[in-house]
C-alpha cells in the first residue's frame, strides 16, 4: 500500500486545545513526514501536542521538541538553514548536534490599559527577545540541551517591565535528557532546566506575552506506547528575576509537580468520516509562597502559602467535520495566612469547551465554533470557610481566553463564537467574539497579576465583550507577522465603578530557523 502526503501548508500557528482552531487539519502522516517532530504515532496526529511536548511543526514553539535527524541524508536538505539543523560530528553522524533560533520583535498599543486602571493611556510598548540552543546528541539514547536567553524593552507611557522582559543574557534552558526502548514502550528522563507543555492550554503555557518565557529547573519521566502514553514531573520554578549576566537560579517557593496519562481511543468513523479522539486525565500540583501565594481580599490581598491540588479530564479530536476540545478540572487544597498560619481549605473548578465544524471541501478552510469557559469564583469578604477562587498561575495560553489579557482564568464565565478562515496558502484570519460574566459577584474580577481595584463598586455581573480579531501571514520558512485587535467594551456597570472601554493591538514579527 503506497501512502500519499501532501506538502505541509506553510501556516504555523500556535495551537488552543488541540487540534481545535488550526488553519488547515492536517493528518499525523503530513506532521510526521513534513514537521519535524519525533516518531511519537499516533501522538502526532494534528500538530502534535498530544505527544506532551508542545505543538512541533517545521518550526515551532518547543525547539527542544525538534527531530532534525533526517538530514543526516543530504538529499533532504531544501533549505539553506538545514546546514545548522544536523552538524555530525563523527564519520558515522552517530554525533551530532543541530542549532535553532528564534527572535521576535513584538509591539502593543491600549488606548485604556487593563479597563482603565492602569496608567497612562495610549501606552505603546515594544519588545524584542533572542532564543537561541544547540541540541548534542551522542548516540541514539542520550542528548544535551541548552538554550540562551537575552531580551528588552522600550516604547511610551510602558508598564510592568521586569526580568520577564528586561533580561540579560542567561540560561533559559539545559537538559540532559536520556532515552530508552523499555516495557515496549519509548521511555526518556529529562534533568535540568526545561520548558514545560504537557498540560492543556488554558491550565499552563509558554508565558507568551512576557519576552522570557517560563522555564522549571527538576526533572520529567515518561513512557509512550501506542495508544497510552504516562508523563511524571516535579519542578521548582526558575528564579529569572535577577538582573546580572547567568544569575538566574531556582525558586523553590514555587514548585510545579503531577502526572498525566493519555490514551488515544481506536479511530472511528462520524458523518462517513474518519474520527479520533485522545481522553487525558492528570493530576497538577502547584505550591506558591508569598505574593504569588496571595489571595484576594475585599481592600486588597492576603499573602501566604498556597496549595492547590488540580484533578482534570479532557477528551479532544476530530469527529468527521466536528472539532471538539472539552475538559473539567477540580482544584482542591488549602490556604495559610502568612501572619498567623490559619488554614483554609480550597474547593474550585474549572470547565473549558471548544465545539466546531470546518467545512468539508472548502477553499477557505472555513472553521466555525464556539467558546466556552467556566472559573469558579468565591467571597473575597470571607476569612473563613472554603476559599472557592480557582486560580491558575502558569500562564495559560494568551490567545486563548482573551487578546488582550485584561481577563485571566478566576472568577470568570465566558462564551465566545469564533470564525477561521484560511484564503490562502500562508494566509489565515480568525474573528472571536467572547462575552464576559462574574461567576460570582461576592468575588473581585481578575487580570494576569492579579485582582482589579476600581475606583467604585462593582456589583454587577456582566464585565463586557471584547471582539478580536487576529491574521497570521507566513511570510516564508523562516518569516511570521501575526497581528490582533481587539475592542473590550465594559458593561454600564463596570463603566460606573471606573472600568473604561479600551482598544488593544499587538504585533509580532518573527525570524525562527
Excluded: C
Excluded at 103 to 110: A, H, P, Q, Y
Aim: hydrophobic share 35%; no cysteine; aromatic share 16%.
Amino acid at each position: 500500500m503506497t501512502v500519499h502526503v501532501g506538502p505541509r501548508p506553510p501556516i504555523q500557528t500556535y495551537p488552543h486545545a488541540n487540534p481545535v482552531g488550526q488553519p488547515i487539519v492536517m493528518t499525523g502522516a503530513q506532521n510526521r513526514i513534513n514537521g519535524h517532530p519525533y516518531d511519537w504515532g499516533v501522538f502526532n496526529r494534528g500538530n502534535g501536542e498530544s505527544a506532551g511536548f508542545g505543538p512541533v511543526g517545521q518550526y515551532g514553539v518547543a525547539p527542544w521538541a525538534e527531530d532534525w535527524s533526517r538530514l543526516r541524508d543530504s538529499k533532504n536538505h531544501t533549505d539553506p538553514f538545514d546546514v545548522l539543523k544536523y552538524i555530525p560530528l563523527t564519520p558515522d553522524g552517530l554525533v551530532w548536534i543541530s542549532f535553532s533560533g528564534e527572535t521576535r520583535l513584538r509591539n502593543w498599543f491600549e488606548t485604556r490599559p487593563n479597563l482603565g486602571t492602569q496608567k497612562p493611556n495610549d501606552s505603546g510598548r515594544f519588545g524584542v527577545r533572542n532564543l537561541y540552543g544547540a541540541d548534542l546528541h551522542i548516540g541514539s539514547h542520550l542528548r544535551f540541551f541548552g538554550q540562551l536567553i537575552n531580551a528588552d524593552a522600550g516604547g511610551w507611557g510602558g508598564y510592568g517591565y521586569g526580568s520577564t522582559y528586561r533580561k540579560r543574557l542567561d540560561a533559559q534552558q539545559a537538559f540532559v535528557e536520556t532515552r530508552w526502548n523499555l516495557f515496549g514502550a519509548k521511555t526518556g528522563f529529562m534533568f535540568g532546566r526545561q520548558q514545560f507543555l504537557d498540560a492543556p492550554s488554558y491550565m499552563l503555557y509558554n508565558r507568551e506575552t512576557p519576552n522570557v518565557p517560563l522555564s522549571w529547573d527538576g526533572f520529567r519521566a515518561y513512557a509512550i506506547w501506542d495508544r497510552i502514553r504516562i508523563d511524571g514531573w516535579d519542578f521548582v520554578q526558575t528564579n529569572d528575576s535577577q538582573n546580572k549576566m547567568f544569575h538566574d537560579t531556582e525558586n523553590y517557593s514555587t514548585r510545579l509537580y503531577g502526572f498525566d496519562t493519555t490514551w488515544a481511543p481506536p479511530d472511528f468513523r462520524f458523518l462517513g468520516e474518519r474520527g479520533y479522539s485522545f481522553v487525558d486525565a492528570f493530576y497538577i500540583g502547584y505550591k506558591l509562597s508569598g505574593s504569588a501565594g496571595a489571595i484576594a481580599t475585599q481592600t486588597g490581598t492576603a499573602t501566604g502559602s498556597n496549595t492547590r491540588n488540580n484533578f482534570g479530564v479532557r477528551w479532544h479530536g476530530q469527529a468527521g467535520p466536528i472539532e471538539f476540545s472539552v475538559g473539567a478540572v477540580w482544584q482542591g487544597g488549602v490556604f495559610r495566612y502568612a501572619k498567623t498560619n490559619v488554614a483554609r481549605n480550597v474547593s474550585a473548578y474549572a470547565i473549558n469547551s471548544i465545539v466546531g465544524y470546518r467545512v468539508p471541501k472548502d477553499s477557505l478552510h472555513t472553521f466555525a465554533g464556539i467558546q466556552t469557559d467556566v472559573y469558579s469564583g468565591g467571597n473575597d469578604a470571607s476569612k473563613s470557610g472554603d476559599i472557592g477562587t480557582y486560580i491558575s498561575p502558569f500562564n495559560p495560553q494568551t490567545n486563548y481566553l482573551d487578546t488582550t489579557t485584561y481577563m485571566t482564568a478566576s472568577n470568570l464565565i465566558s462564551f465566545a463564537p469564533l470564525v477561521r478562515v484560511t484564503p490562502f496558502k500562508s494566509v489565515s484570519i480568525q474573528i472571536k467574539y467572547p462575552l464576559f460574566w462574574r461567576d460570582s459577584t461576592n468575588d473581585r474580577v481578575y487580570k494576569s497579576s492579579g485582582a482589579y481595584s476600581f475606583s467604585g463598586n462593582f456589583g454587577g455581573k456582566f464585565i463586557g465583550m471584547a471582539p478580536q480579531a487576529s491574521l497570521a501571514w507566513q511570510i516564508n520558512t523562516h518569516l511570521s507577522w501575526t497581528q490582533y485587535v481587539s475592542r473590550f467594551m465594559t458593561s454600564r456597570a463596570l463603566n460606573e465603578a471606573g472600568g473604561s472601554s479600551g482598544t488593544y493591538y499587538q504585533s509580532n514579527f518573527v525570524f525562527r530557523f
